[in-house]
């Protein structure tokens, strides 16, 4: 007999130990309280063949004797019957919990589609079974989740690594390879090589973002957003994409590192998937209690039902777009992340005319304790 079986064995007669307990101790009060007094009242007959209306005479009532002997057999009889009912009752209430744990130890990662599926009747047993299906939902688009980032960013690092590899074996290959070809094929594995470094912080920072915020300091989005603006132009000129800013004071707490990376992503992503021509427009603002950054960018016709897909790891799209290794999928991943560590509220809307409008929305002013120090938040 396994353990969890002498567990639930064990509950089930402690259910019915305290059923019959409560009952033998009812029978008990009965006892004490209605048949001792009994066995001292009289009762009063009539005598001979008086009318009923006239009483001449007592007689004794019940013998005490009697009545405690036919309470006491009543209360041995009592218990064996309490026991029964208290046995049954108690697997009558264990059944559903007996469900829980025997669908519970079936499911495993493998296996998460398993539903307990708990019928009537409507009670506190019903409704533990309904969250624990819920949990095992959200657990299975989880896993799945999982897998499928796991094997995207296996095949997002293995492209490369291929590729790095084909191209340093074809140049060792080449018996009349002059320094020109070798110079040649080194800067392209150095460019395959800060793709892959690339993918690597773009992943660090994805499960920084996933992990929480660890430290609230008082920040300012305006300051934030004009250093990465500038940081961005250079880039920006070349593709022949205007970056324009619109920046007022917008307070909040957060982790700068964090925040930092959320607007990076934004304004890299907006810049990627734009066209000559185009513009990034990046907006900071505080809007009530709340600090709000916004930024909208021209480029293609983006479908509505396909926005928040963008917002998944490795999600692209137009995936025949990036064979130029200029993208990695997981930079509105990052921002989707960051926002949930803070606690922010995210919008993406298509522009009908191309390309998107992302506002983020943080919980306004200093950190609770201190502003402009620094907190754990934990």
């Keep these: 007999m396994t353990f969890r079986a002498q567990a639930r064995r064990s509950l089930q007669t402690r259910l019915a130990l305290a059923y019959a307990a409560g009952v033998y101790a ?9 048949a001792v007094p009994l066995t001292t009242v009289e009762a009063a007959t009539p005598k001979g ?10 007689a004794p009532g019940i013998g005490p004797p009697h009545l405690l002997a036919g309470s006491a057999a009543a209360l041995v009889l009592l218990v064996p019957v309490a026991l029964a009912l208290g046995w049954f009752v108690a697997g009558r209430f264990l059944r559903p919990l007996r469900a829980i744990t025997a669908t519970a130890q079936m499911i495993s990662a493998g296996n998460l589609h398993r539903r307990l599926d708990l019928g009537e009747p409507a009670d506190e047993l019903t409704e533990l079974g309904h969250t624990l ?24 690092l293995l492209t490369p690594l291929a590729g790095l590899r084909t191209l340093l074996e074809v140049a060792l290959a080449d018996p009349g390879a002059d320094t020109r070809s070798l110079r040649s094929a080194c800067e392209e594995a150095l460019t395959l090589g800060e793709h892959q470094e690339r993918l690597v912080r773009a992943l660090l920072a994805l499960a920084t973002g996933e992990r929480g915020v660890t430290r609230r300091d008082a920040l300012d989005l305006a300051r934030i957003a004009g250093d ?10 070349e593709a022949g994409v205007d970056l324009t800013g619109h920046l007022a004071p917008a307070v909040t707490a957060g982790d700068p590192r964090l925040v930092e990376s959320l607007v990076a992503n934004l304004v890299d992503n907006a810049v990627r998937h734009n066209h000559a021509g185009g513009h990034v427009e990046v907006t900071t603002r505080t809007s009530g209690a709340r600090a709000t950054l916004t930024v909208v960018n021209s480029g293609p016709v983006v479908p509505a039902d396909q926005i928040r897909r ?24 990052i921002v989707d992340a960051v926002t ?3 606690h922010a509220t995210l919008t993406a809307a298509a522009r009908p005319e191309g390309g998107l409008s992302v506002t983020v929305r943080f919980p306004g002013g200093p950190p609770p304790d201190a502003a402009g120090g620094t907190s754990d938040h934990r």
Excluded at 133 to 148: C, G, I, N, P, Y
Excluded at 228 to 237: E, F, Q
């Design 26 to 34: 009812a029978g008990v009060l009965v006892l004490v309280f209605v």
């Design 49 to 58: 063949g008086l009318s009923p209306g006239a009483v001449t005479g007592t």
């Design 133 to 156: 299906d819920d949990l095992f939902a959200r657990l299975h688009a989880s896993f799945d989740a999982q897998r499928h980032f796991v094997a995207n960013a296996s095949h997002e």
């Design 228 to 237: 990465v603006l500038g940081s961005r132009r250079d880039r920006a000129a």
């Design 310 to 333: 963008l917002f998944h790891p490795f999600q692209r799209l137009a995936p025949e777009r990036h064979g130029r290794h200029d993208g990695h999928g997981l930079g509105l991943a």
């Design 340 to 342: 949930r560590a803070h």
